[in-house]
């Protein structure tokens, strides 16, 4: 995993997340006024577009079939995607410190895992959610990188299930085609479940209560790590220092930002 805050010069924040055959830039703009149609009187509205790899995300096109105008519409996993990260962030984003305003979220995917066809939008031979926890993260910093208050932060796995029951975190596109379902779940830094998008291999029957279980508490711990006793304030401390947790990991990421930004205070104190 590797992360990059404020790359883009133009963007008020802005980062890129790489992880797991994925890389995504997030470009942020805002609070910046909102066209009157799309203007919310208490809070602010959030706009997120998604910009696949290769082609047009959403591209309305026709073709002739024997004299019948067909359209289609390309580009429909990405809408679904951003409805899912839209609903996200809203509930993230302290959207009542900014009413009557627009908040951009753009994301670029600029790589997909060498298995994916380079003509598609987004792969279709492994999982249309498998880019979420990509497209998660690199929100998540794109907005720690504007500025914008949040009520939270948090951060994303994937989990695929084969069908021996085994659960492999952050799998690739060879093990989701043999997978028997893809989960991905997102936690809050509050250790709330905020989003669970599930997809089954046609044919099988699906997956239980007791897989269901162990893909939520294998999430868990590799989001957040085990939790410790808030009486024991040794083991927290060095519970923040662990990177082996990806919310301590994102945080490293923003740490180091931040001393690098001061490091000018320093040098003239």
């Given amino acids: 995993m590797s992360t990059t805050l404020s790359p883009l010069i133009r963007a008020d ?27 919310l009187p208490e809070e602010a509205t959030v706009d997120v577009a998604i910009r696949p790899a290769a082609g047009v995300g959403g591209k309305l096109c026709s073709s002739l079939v024997v004299g019948i105008i067909i359209d289609s519409v390309l580009g429909v996993r990405e809408r679904h995607l951003e409805s899912i990260i839209q609903s996200t962030l809203r509930r993230v984003i302290l959207v009542s410190a900014h009413p009557r305003t627009l908040i951009q979220v753009t994301l670029q995917i600029i790589v997909t895992p060498e298995d994916d066809s380079a003509s598609t939008s987004l792969p279709q031979a492994a999982s249309t959610i498998s880019v979420l926890p990509a497209l998660f993260q690199a929100s998540i910093l794109a907005l720690l990188s504007t500025s914008i208050p949040l009520s939270m932060t948090l951060t994303s796995i994937s989990i695929a299930v084969d069908y021996f029951g085994n659960l492999v975190s952050n799998p690739s596109a060879q093990q ?4 028997s379902s893809i989960h991905v779940l997102a936690f809050s830094s509050r250790r709330e479940l905020l989003v669970v998008e599930s997809e089954e291999v046609e044919g099988v029957d699906g ?33 923040l220092e662990d990177d082996s947790n990806l919310e301590n990991a994102l945080r490293g990421a923003v740490q180091s930002k931040m001393a690098k930004e001061h490091r000018w205070k320093e040098n003239v104190g």
């Fill in 176 to 179: 989701i085609k043999a997978a």
């Fill in 13 to 39: 924040g802005s980062a890129t997340y790489t992880d797991n055959g994925y890389s995504v830039i997030g470009a942020v703009n805002g609070p910046v006024e909102v066209q009157r149609r799309d203007e």
């Fill in 207 to 239: 997956f239980g209560i007791d897989v269901w279980e162990a893909v939520h508490e294998k999430a868990r711990l590799i989001c957040h790590g085990h939790e410790q006793d808030p009486g024991d304030s040794e083991d927290m401390s060095m519970n």
